[in-house]
């Protein structure tokens, strides 16, 4: 049975994607400004921005909402899926087959039903590597990644030149500037997914059906994308009770605080790490019982720039975050991981988790490494 509210949003691009990370491009500049590569995954931000649109274009207001916190994102959203709504993004749709994008140990898409196994097999690999010298751990991953059918993502890439402005007489003429040249590499969804990929995401607690065949500014360059609707994707599989978990985070989480510097990437100090930042806010959102350890693929702490406020055409403040693909290993109800997050700002998607039940056995062998 559905989930009471649950259901889905699909964009659908109309072409290559633009998905940018966090941070500046301008064809008018130099040096690591000038290129610009897209994420194989949209932030929170940019599918909340792209639902805001449609309740913006509706004559929905914003009162005196707060750009820099998602105030203004979150009454758009309000006014368009209900009071009750939580957005839970991180899944493609091709060919009736739903994917989860995930980022450990690299950008991939891992058909869903494979995802538990998936994550099993790289935590069983982590955990040798911690007891076997020299054991060739990025073969061990490719093996993981072989054996769970998981897709890479592809690109169009191309460069470019910057046109010159040289004053209204020469208005018309399309003049080259010297020494201005930029790279652009899209997301091409349909080469990956042979030419049929939706980007999805979950919707709970949603009261108001969001209207279907609306095109959307889609990404950082504004490509277009139509929306559709659809079934739930994950909610109704996620039961109740406190069971031993490896949470795979999906979306980057935003925490209070910054981590240490160097930052040891050790499932220790980023267990210490999360803990620290909830005890700074009562408005973490905190699903487990308990935390026992901390993994993460990346070689390092980001301030991220979570997104970009039309409102007042500028960048967000940048906030201490967990990058995705980072797996928590914790006790708690799979239900209540899913549909909480961990972090700031969850109901608009950040920190989104995938809850999987692993054995007793190597949850503990995990969460003594």
Request: aromatic share 10%.
């Amino acid at each position: 049975m559905n989930a009471p509210g649950a259901g889905s949003v699909l964009f659908t691009p109309v072409g290559p994607s633009r998905f940018r990370a966090p941070g500046e491009f301008s064809a008018g500049t130099r040096g690591p400004a000038s290129m610009a590569a897209s994420l194989h995954y949209p932030l929170p931000s940019t599918i909340a921005g792209a639902l805001a649109q449609i309740a913006w274009a509706g004559g929905a207001g914003l009162g005196g909402c707060n750009p820099d916190f998602f105030g203004c994102v979150d009454a758009l959203l309000k006014s368009l899926l209900g009071e009750n709504y939580a957005l839970r993004p991180g899944y493609l749709v091709s060919h009736g087959t739903v994917y989860a994008a995930v980022s450990a140990p690299q950008p991939l898409y891992v058909p869903l039903h494979r995802l538990p196994g998936y994550v099993a097999c790289l935590l069983e690999a982590v955990a040798e590597a911690y007891t076997v010298p020299g054991l060739d751990i990025g073969g061990r991953f490719e093996k993981c990644v072989s054996e769970a059918g998981a897709l890479r993502p592809r690109y169009k890439e191309f460069v470019g030149i910057k046109l010159g402005d040289y004053g209204e007489e020469r208005l018309w003429q399309r003049v080259v500037e010297e020494g201005y040249m930029y790279y652009a590499a899209d997301l091409d969804l349909f080469a990956t997914f042979h030419n049929e990929a939706s980007v999805a995401v979950e919707v709970l607690g949603a009261e108001n059906r969001v209207p279907e065949g609306v095109v959307v500014r889609f990404g950082g360059e504004g490509y277009p994308a139509r929306i559709s609707v659809g079934e739930p994707i994950a909610v109704d599989k996620m039961g109740d009770g406190e069971k031993p978990l490896a949470a795979l985070l999906l979306e980057p989480a935003l925490l209070n605080t910054a981590p240490p510097r160097p930052w040891l990437v050790e499932p220790g100090i980023l267990k210490n790490y999360i803990e620290e930042s909830r005890r700074t806010g009562d408005d973490i959102a905190y699903p487990f019982r308990e935390i026992a350890a901390v993994y993460t693929f990346s070689n390092q702490a980001s301030l991220l720039i979570p997104g970009y406020t039309m409102k007042e055409d500028r960048l967000r403040k940048p906030r201490p975050s967990l990058p995705r693909g980072t797996i928590i290993l914790g006790k708690g109800s799979p239900g209540k991981v899913y549909r909480e997050g961990i972090g700031l700002y969850t109901r608009i998607g950040w920190g989104t988790l995938y809850p999987i039940e692993i054995p007793e056995k190597l949850y503990e062998k995990l969460a003594q490494q």
